[in-house]
């Protein structure tokens, strides 16, 4: 089967299109789809079906530019979250709530993601998709009332997918570029339970090995280098793609913070005028946490609101974020020096898997053990480009 696409990564690159068998992976239910687009569904795809496998939990991942934004698993939403997803009154189904969960941990990364889920999609996760901003979906199948509300989305160019959840890719892969064709073996390395019995230091909760595992298959399917927060069956901040370690635990604890900060009863308290959409009410509660705002943003800000509202303060902030507790912190590679370790302590991690491997294992398994950090090491590096 051979499908043209609606351009490749740039619309300028207008000769673009995707092959595979007519057994193949997936198959466009609805919408045109682009280079990228297939590029987040395909991997995302993956991610979920492999988080199904490993935690027998629905799952879901929201996409951007062939990394998540966020992913989770099915667990129950506490009332302040609800609030801050703004689902409160909303009926969910453990498939809609693990979407909900993913695509809350960063959502103004998630303005126009691609969505995955590893069940077949029922009515209430597709009724909550209709109100989101988004690109597409792809899952193991839909409800018929589900798929007509997911066609008509965005006037019939939402992108729906339907992947077979029995298709087994093969053992190799390859691309070309510049005109060389690369190949390597699939990483088909499952991710189990068993990848976290090497415990260095401390000691693994059930919740954290649930977070562990989310985390370690989130990084198989990230961007590197990366590492990720993780917290309640969900990810709370993802630091891809940058070429210091250091820099991405920053990153992805700078976004843990925003997450948490959401949580702040003078954010869910936040009202906004009538008419202000979903998205803008998303966008203007980050840029009220950030607190950075320009004059005209503050300007903006209280026509939105019909206030004015006091910003946090510094310490209302500090108190807040140490708060954060119990959070699980996964590297896809080791960890190179302590300054990771040291930097993630205040971001509320208590629980660390990375392969293991540095030079200086030692002065990490030290800082660690100064913070009360339990430490798994996978022996499994998990890169991914």
Request: net charge negative; aromatic share 6%; proline share 5%.
């Amino acid at each position: 089967m051979r499908r043209s696409l609606r351009y490749g990564c740039n619309p300028h690159q207008d000769r673009a299109d995707f092959t595979c068998d007519d057994d193949g992976p997936v198959r466009v239910l609805a919408g045109h789809p682009g280079m990228i687009n297939m590029l987040d569904a395909l991997n995302a795809w993956q991610l979920v079906s492999e988080l199904r496998s490993a935690l027998d939990l629905p799952a879901a991942a929201s996409f951007k530019h062939v990394s998540p934004a966020g992913a989770a698993v099915a667990t129950p939403l506490p009332e302040d979250l609800r609030r801050a997803y703004e689902v409160s009154d909303r009926s969910l189904t453990p498939l809609a709530t693990a979407y909900v969960r993913a695509r809350g941990a960063d959502p103004k990364c998630s303005f126009g993601d691609i969505v995955a889920l590893s069940d077949r999609v029922d009515e209430d996760t597709a009724d909550y998709l209709r109100g989101v901003v988004s690109d597409g979906v792809i899952a193991p199948g839909y409800e018929p009332r589900a798929l007509e509300v997911l066609s008509r989305k965005k006037g019939g160019s939402f992108l729906v997918i339907e992947a077979d959840p029995r298709y087994g890719p093969p053992a190799e892969e390859s691309r070309e570029v510049f005109g060389v064709k690369l190949t390597q073996k699939r990483n088909d390395r499952s991710i189990t339970s068993r990848d976290l019995d090497q415990v260095v230091c401390g000691t693994l909760t059930d919740d954290a090995r649930r977070d562990l595992l989310l985390g370690l298959i989130t990084m198989k399917y990230t961007q590197s280098n990366s590492v990720g927060y993780a917290l309640d069956g969900q990810m709370i901040g993802i630091g891809a793609g940058q070429q210091s370690r250091v820099d991405c635990t920053k990153l992805a604890g700078a976004k843990a913070d925003i997450w948490h900060l959401g949580r702040h009863p003078s954010v869910l308290d936040l009202s906004f005028a009538r008419g202000v959409r979903r998205q803008d009410r998303v966008n203007w509660r980050v840029r009220y946490i950030e607190g950075d705002m320009t004059p005209s943003e503050e300007a903006a800000f209280a026509a939105a609101t019909g206030s004015s509202a006091a910003p946090l303060s510094a310490h209302e902030v500090s108190e807040w974020t140490a708060r954060l507790a119990g959070v699980s912190l996964v590297s896809d590679g080791f960890i190179p020096f302590r300054d990771n370790v040291d930097h993630a302590q205040k971001h509320g991690v208590a629980f660390i898997a990375q392969p293991g491997g540095s030079s200086r294992d030692d002065e990490v398994i030290a800082a660690c053990d100064e913070y009360g950090i339990a430490m798994v090491h996978t022996g499994l590096r998990l890169f991914h480009h």
